[in-house]
Structure formats: C-alpha cells, structure tokens
C-alpha cells in the first residue's frame, strides 16, 4: 500500500470469525510534542496509576493542564518491573522537580508507527508486527516504541487507538 509520507501497508487481526483489530504500518513519519512533563524510573504495572495522578497533581498546583493523553516508552522489563518513561503533554512550562523533568520538545523524525485500533491487549500483537516490518524491510531503530493513545472509550475498549513511534536512522550501510 502506498500511503502520503511512504511504504506502508495495513492488515486486520482475526478473533476467531471476527476481525477484533486493525494495524496500518507506514515509514516516514514524525512525533513532534512540545511542553512535556516526564517521569522516567522502574516501577511496578500497580505503581502508573498512581505516578500518573501524582503527575497530574503536579502540574495541576503548577497552574498547568494537560493538554493531550499521555506518552509512554518502555525501555526495558525484568519480571515485574518496567523501566519506563511516561510523557504527560501540558498546556505551558513548569518547573521540574527531582521526581518529574520538564521537557521542552521531543520530536522523532524519521519514524515508523504502527497506528492500531482494537483492544489494548492486542497492542502487543501489533508491536510484533511492527518488529517484523522494521526487521524485513531492514530498518534500524534508533529509539524504543513510544505509545501514544489516540482515543480510548473505556465503555469499549475494542475502539481504542494507539499509534506506535519508533525513529529508524536514515543511514543506509
């Protein structure tokens, strides 16, 4: 499939009869936010709620408001423990903290996403298919996955959409 920006293609994720997903991959894209409050730290899966309100928190007594839903990138994982930051886009800039860090941009160019709608637990699913492309096509990721939730209807968490980012460098060896 051709798409505006690149190569790319899309495909459907079967439930038994049912398609339950849909992934489309495209090359050429980019991720530009700016004004982002980050935490980035290993925590357990029970421990980001509670990071994420105590963010909000945060900028909240800054005089800031979130401006978009939250980013997340997993850098690693061992057991139960996730080495992660999450990126919380907010309306102004607030001073970090030894906790939080405020970023004033973060921008990846020369991406690869991966843009899925279904159920979140088919978003690793997709992040396979992701790999597979980025390993067929023999690209080389220069950054890790970065999550970012387009929508998310908690009464029907079949239509939540995430798109993936991952910086591919432009180096042709």
Not at 43 to 58: A, H, N, V, W
Not at 60 to 72: N, R, W
Request: hydrophobic share 35%; proline share 3%; net charge negative.
């Amino acid at each position: 499939m051709e798409t505006e920006k690149g190569n790319g293609y899309s495909i459907g994720i079967r439930n038994g009869n049912e398609w339950s997903s849909m992934l489309e991959i495209k090359e050429n894209q980019e991720l530009n936010v700016t004004n982002i409050l980050s935490f980035r730290g290993k925590i357990k899966q029970s421990e980001l709620e509670g990071i994420g309100k105590e963010m909000e928190c945060y900028i909240h007594s800054s005089g800031a408001k979130k401006s978009e839903t939250p980013i997340t990138a997993t850098y690693g994982v061992e057991g139960d423990t996730f080495d992660m930051e999450i990126l919380m886009p907010i309306d102004r800039s607030i001073a970090s903290t030894d906790r939080f860090v405020f970023k004033n941009q973060i921008k990846i160019v020369n991406a690869v996403t991966a843009s899925y709608k279904g159920h979140p637990m088919g978003l690793q699913e997709a992040c396979n298919e992701l790999n597979q492309y980025i390993t067929e096509h023999r690209l080389q990721p220069i950054t890790v996955g970065y999550n970012v939730t387009k929508e998310m209807d908690m009464l029907n968490l079949d239509n939540t959409q995430i798109d993936v980012f991952v910086g591919i460098s432009p180096n042709i060896l």
